[in-house]
């Protein structure tokens, strides 16, 4: 296959990196809210990343939450990306397409033993003294990983439940993993941190752990580009790699925007929203190149969480 080297300058200077010419990377949005600078960044990143190796430049809508998703919102993050000039490949994927795929891998990880059916709520969660704090939150207690057969038979007839990650029992099962970080070097994954993760909730037919997972794997996807606050997320998704015998692409974790205040972009900060911006008269071209080139807007900064 054809290598070549490319050229990279971003938020952390000058880099260089080796890639095949079927270098291909996404951008994820989902469709929850405006998209905003921090947005903005992290597509800009990943498509120069892509036009420089020769690679390709996805699109995938994050919309399986069915409950916080909105049509509009994907429609208004396209005209963004495009407003951008972040021109992409092919038509945009959507997860609400792939549920019988996300459904098929947590078939196999039941008829391994892997998962079991979880009944708590959030309330019996934060009332178990023994839930200790993770990368990701609350760590589960484990409430409900031994329950008896019968009793797992009798509520799922009746209870709602999520289907959760016995994540000790995966890990006996593949062993120690690694994954590659662009920036950091190699990294030793440590998904048991993270406790028995959910991987299909109550109200969802995936958690974003597996489809996000699943999808990248399925869609080729050799570099995934996103921001720093999923580093140890990623510790969870080489596991799933693991399991489902998926392939492992490189990562590249990038610092987040923050706002004048300091604190990162969230969807209700309005004033750095892109509709905003653009509405304003703001260049989109020039502003996606200046973001590549680690130039923010007078009162953004670049930082790592
Ligand atoms: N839809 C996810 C998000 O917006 C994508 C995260 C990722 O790039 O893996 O946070």
């Known amino acids: 296959m054809c290598r070549k080297i490319w050229k990279d300058s971003d938020d952390r200077g000058t880099v260089y990196g080796v890639f095949t010419t079927s270098m291909l990377t996404r951008f994820a949005p989902s469709p929850t809210g405006d998209l905003h600078l921090g947005h903005a960044y992290s597509a800009a990143l990943a498509h120069a990343a892509a036009r420089a190796a020769g690679g ?44 019988g795929d996300y459904a098929a891998a947590l078939d196999t990880l039941r008829d391994r033993d892997l998962v079991y059916p979880c ?28 329950l008896p057969e019968a009793e797992r038979e009798r509520r799922m007839a009746t209870e709602p439940h999520c289907w959760r990650l016995d994540t000790a029992a995966a890990v006996v099962n593949v062993g120690a993993l690694t994954w590659e970080e662009q920036r950091q070097g190699p990294r030793i994954a440590d998904p048991l941190a993270h406790g028995d993760i959910v991987l299909a909730r109550k109200d969802a037919p995936a958690s974003y752990h597996l489809a996000s997972t699943l999808d990248d794997a399925d869609m080729g996807v050799t570099q995934v580009i996103r921001g720093a606050d999923l580093i140890a997320a990623t510790d969870v998704h080489r596991l799933l790699q693991a399991l489902l015998d998926l392939p492992t692409p490189l990562y590249r974790h990038h610092p987040l925007v923050c706002g004048p205040d300091g604190r990162r972009l969230a969807k209700r900060d309005a004033a750095a929203s892109l509709a905003a911006m653009r509405a304003a ?9 200046d973001l590549v080139a680690g130039r923010l807007p007078t009162g953004y900064s670049l930082q790592m969480p």
């Open 119 to 146: 009944f708590c709520t959030r309330a019996d969660i934060a009332a178990s003294l023994s839930a200790p704090h993770g990368p990701s939150g609350a760590v589960y207690p484990g409430i409900c990983r031994n």
């Open 56 to 99: 390709q430049y996805l699109i995938r809508i994050d919309d399986i939450d069915g409950s916080r998703s909105r049509e509009a919102y994907v429609g208004a993050s396209l005209a963004d990306l495009a407003w951008l000039g972040l021109n992409w490949d092919g038509e945009p994927l959507h997860q609400s397409a792939r549920i």
């Open 281 to 289: 008269g703001v260049d989109g071209r020039a502003l996606a190149a």
